[in-house]
């Protein structure tokens, strides 16, 4: 596995998460990475993406003020506040091809698992 996802779990409309996802440091570390989400039905669309560097953050503008992507030499994450029903989805996070913020999924090479994300109304 080369990226591993975690820190879903179940929070009220209103509450906050954090997503983190650990890595082997050859599958991101000169990358750009970013979070997806995938709900039921839908298909999987662009969260938040950063450059290899830890800037040039983009973001959904579903999430904007709301969400940050960050990361370190260990990992990356996804701090979620003021979450909404709307944000209840499977996230995926994600290593690109490039070191360049991309947003599009095929711009992306390796995927963790998955983490639920499920907020209540």
């Known amino acids: 596995v080369q990226l591993q996802a975690s820190g879903g779990g179940l929070v009220q409309a209103g509450g906050s998460l954090r997503l983190s996802c650990s890595a082997r440091?050859?599958?991101?570390?000169?990358?750009?990475v970013g979070w997806f989400r995938q709900a039921p039905g839908k298909e999987r669309e662009f969260v938040a993406g950063i450059n290899w560097r830890g800037g040039d953050a983009y973001y959904a503008d579903s999430v904007k003020g709301r969400f940050l992507i960050s990361r370190d030499n260990a990992g990356i994450y996804l701090q979620m506040n003021s979450l909404k029903p709307e944000d209840t989805a499977v996230y995926y996070c994600a290593s690109a091809y490039s070191s360049v913020t991309a947003q599009s999924p095929a711009a992306y090479r390796y995927w963790g698992q998955g983490t639920q994300v499920t907020v209540s109304s």
């Open positions: 440091a050859r599958t991101f570390s000169n990358n750009a």
